[in-house]
């Protein structure tokens, strides 16, 4: 825990960073601005100002520290590999300047495809994770944690390479669908994401569970 002091420090401190630009840019931004989009990257949700800059930033913050305490303290954390870690340490940090800066720039005015953003953000994240997930060891923390893939090691193995190719395709589709919603539609905006959902994260566990059934 020690050895990761100034990191925690450091991302913390960019995690609230978006608080100070958001107290720079006060007088220029509107007493309620919108902080939540729909599918079609069309807002439908508003908070205070005051939320918006200190609030948004505070809850990421929380997120970001229990992220990072849950992972330091894993029994089996030395099978956590540096970059999976260390992806752990900056995600919510990278989501807290990209989602805050994008909330000030459309409260100001400018046109923000949110939409687009959102989805070439977590389809980037998805195939960052397919790339690492074949290399992850069991651990209870970062992976497909099931109790099949924990209890068998050749379980865990074949589950998150399957795993990481089809997290690699969902990123794919994930940020193919954030340039085609205009096309898609709402609905078929909702579909793409919920069969990405269900392709990177049910299809692993069934086959794991079926991999269980075979005695592995």
């Known amino acids: 825990m020690k050895e990761y002091k100034k990191l925690i420090i450091a991302t913390t401190l960019i995690t609230l960073l978006p608080i100070i630009l958001g107290l720079i840019l006060w007088n220029q931004l509107p007493d309620t601005i919108a902080t939540h989009w729909g599918a079609d990257g069309q807002a439908d949700g508003w908070s205070s100002k005051t939320f918006a800059i200190i609030g948004l930033p505070l809850i990421l913050t929380a997120i970001h520290l229990f992220t990072v305490l849950f992972t330091l303290?894993?029994?089996?954390?030395?099978?956590?590999?540096?970059?999976p870690l260390m992806l752990v340490f900056w995600i919510v940090p990278v989501t807290s300047l990209i989602m805050n800066g994008t909330v000030f720039l459309t409260a100001m005015g400018a046109d923000v495809d949110v939409s687009v953003i959102c989805f070439v953000l977590i389809g980037i994240l998805f195939i960052v994770l397919g790339n690492y997930m074949p290399k992850l060891q069991q651990n209870y923390t970062v992976g497909i944690k099931i109790p099949w893939t924990l209890n068998s090691a050749e379980n865990w193995n074949r589950t998150h390479r399957l795993g990481?190719?089809?997290?690699?395709?969902?990123g794919i589709l994930m940020i193919l669908g954030g340039f085609s919603g205009s096309l898609l539609g709402e609905e078929g905006t909702l579909i793409l994401i919920f069969g990405s959902i269900i392709l990177c994260a049910i299809v692993p566990c069934i086959y794991s569970f079926w991999l269980f059934r075979k005695g592995v």
């Open 73 to 83: 303290n894993d029994p089996r954390r030395k099978n956590i590999h540096k970059k």
């Open 164 to 170: 990481g190719k089809l997290f690699i395709i969902g």
